[in-house]
């Protein structure tokens, strides 16, 4: 500052910088308070650690610094991206640490419907390059579901068409999951009620459907974005029940429509797709069966035709057996001298084998019979000596690993019954503690409730002097005006009972009548327990 300059502010306050910074920063606040800003996003690297965001608001000419909360960002439909155009509603303030002014955005939406086509765009090509979109992964539809399942707003115009058109086609079990269908949060419950489809089980109390139709009428791109967010997309892909997107009208593209196993242009034009007409099935159905029992008879007659010919050309039974009868005839003539002829050949066979059996050769075949089985007897006794040998050698070694095995065996039982035992001790040895501790705490929950009897029990006060007085009903008197002259009475004291006349009027005895003050109501008393007298 110039030296004249200082000499005329001699008296100027001195500010420190936290103090001006302060002065600032409620100045602008004072100033501004809320305000909507259009600008470009610049220098956005994803959320915060802390789960804020900080980047920056910039057009052509200038840029001001911006900031979202964690908790404004959480409630925010549309989140931040780099080099989005949006319009920011926040709040301007400052910042002390840098000498800076900056915003603090509580709502963010895109500045138009370029910067949304852009933002879909942009989302189309991720989706793209994922394969989403691929046609490999659209599923074929079902010819006649017998469960539909609708993804729509309960209180809106395309469920009742919906309802309308399969009425009048063909009427079908239908399952409605009500969703919001624009708005915050519509995107999260339409993507549940995607994946709350597909997770129910198969024969269920609720049916899981067969189809699914996701339907939303028209709006603007605005109201129609829920569709273009990428939970549903992604839920819409991981569906394993064929799925129907009619999302608006016939112009209207969201990002459903790329990833749904069809798109209708309309919800009406979903439920066409979804069902065929019952009266042109039932034709068609008809028409097959007319035609069928036609091309049935055609063939029938075609083959009668075809056996009448085949019949006409095959020759007479008399003229195929003819040839065999006579064949058989000449058979049976020539039977006899065959018969004849073959007994002699057998019979001089039978006269040559007889006259080469002498008693010689019987003798020699017997001999070499008996050598035979000699021979055999004594390779038999051999193999059985070596079979036994060879049995006797694998009894003994299987002897020795039994014994050895058994041996084994009962040591294994013998450290198990060790283990055993000393884990029964253990357990023991615990059961005892816990049984003298909880024989503790009931002998101590005893002495307790017979403590608090004593003190409770009026006995206690008979004990002091007082005495309990009944009549021979043993009902207990509380006043004197209840006592008639000559009743007898049952006085109780704390060592006994005695028996006693009243005598005199209780009225006319003497008594000094205390000075008169102003009357109290009662007290309450507590009640009474039954069975237990009262002394006063």
């Known amino acids: 500052m110039p030296a004249d300059s200082a000499q005329l502010l001699p008296n100027a306050p001195e500010y420190t910088v936290s103090e001006l910074s302060s002065d600032l920063k409620r100045t602008v606040e004072d100033a501004f308070g809320h305000v909507r800003v259009r600008g470009e996003i610049s220098g956005f690297r994803g959320v915060h650690a802390s789960g804020h ?32 155009e949006v319009v920011a509603t926040g709040k301007l303030t400052t910042y002390p640490g840098s000498s800076k002014y900056q915003i603090v955005i509580d709502a963010l939406e895109p ?52 309802l309308h058109r399969l009425a009048d086609r063909f009427p079908r079990h239908v399952v409605v999951w009500p969703v919001r269908v624009q708005g915050e949060g519509s995107a999260e419950q339409i993507a549940a009620a995607i994946n709350g489809f597909n997770a129910l089980p198969d024969g269920g109390k609720i049916p899981k459907p067969d189809l699914l139709i996701v339907a939303r009428g028209g709006g603007s791109l605005e109201d129609l974005w829920s569709f273009n967010e990428e939970i549903v997309v992604r839920a ?62 055609r063939e029938q007659d075609r083959r009668r035709n075809d056996l009448r010919g085949l019949a006409r050309a095959l020759p007479s039974a008399a003229d195929v057996l003819a040839i065999p009868r006579q064949r058989l005839d000449a058979a049976t003539s020539a039977l006899p001298r065959a018969l004849t002829a073959n007994t002699q050949l057998h019979h001089r066979r039978f006269t040559r084998a007889a006259g080469g059996l002498t008693l010689n050769v019987l003798r020699a075949q017997v001999a070499h019979a008996r050598q035979q089985v000699t021979t055999g007897g004594l390779r038999l006794a051999h193999c059985a000596r070596a079979v036994t040998r060879q049995r006797r050698d694998r009894f003994v070694a299987l002897a020795l690993r039994l014994r050895a095995a058994r041996f084994a065996s009962a040591q294994a039982h013998r450290a198990a019954l060790i283990r055993d035992r000393e ?5 023991a040895e615990r059961a005892r503690r816990a049984v003298a501790t909880l024989l503790l705490r009931q002998r101590a929950r005893a002495d307790h409730a017979g403590q608090l009897l004593a003190a409770l029990s009026y006995k206690s006060v008979l004990a002091r002097g007082f005495a309990l007085v009944r009549d021979e009903a043993g009902h207990a008197l509380r006043n004197a005006a209840s006592v008639a002259p000559g009743m007898r009475l049952d ?44 002394l006063f």
């Open 53 to 84: 965001c900080y980047f920056a608001l910039k057009d052509d000419k200038a840029k001001i610094e911006a900031v979202i909360w964690r908790g404004s960002y959480g409630r925010m439909r549309f989140k931040p991206q780099e080099g989005l």
């Open 111 to 162: 500045a138009g419907v370029g910067a949304l086509m852009a933002l879909m765009e942009e989302r189309k090509k991720k989706l793209a390059a994922e394969g989403l979109f691929d046609e490999a992964r659209k599923q074929l539809l079902p010819y006649l579901p017998e469960v539909i399942g609708v993804v729509t707003s309960p209180t809106g115009a395309v469920i009742r068409d919906i």
């Open 236 to 297: 819409a892909a991981e569906s394993m029940i064929p799925l129907i997107s009619a999302v608006g009208h016939e112009t209207d593209v969201t990002l459903i429509d790329y990833v749904s196993d069809r798109r209708a242009p309309t919800p009406t034009a979903a439920a066409e797709m979804a069902v065929p007409v019952r009266t042109e099935l039932f034709v068609e159905i008809a028409s097959f069966a007319r035609r069928a029992m036609l091309c049935w008879q």
């Open 423 to 427: 884990r029964t001790q253990r357990l």
């Open 491 to 534: 006085l109780e004291f704390a060592d006994g009972r005695v028996a006693a006349v009243a005598d005199g009027d209780p009225a006319a005895s003497p008594r000094h009548e205390p000075p008169k003050t102003a009357a109290k109501p009662a007290a309450k008393r507590p009640a009474k327990p039954s069975g237990q007298g009262d």
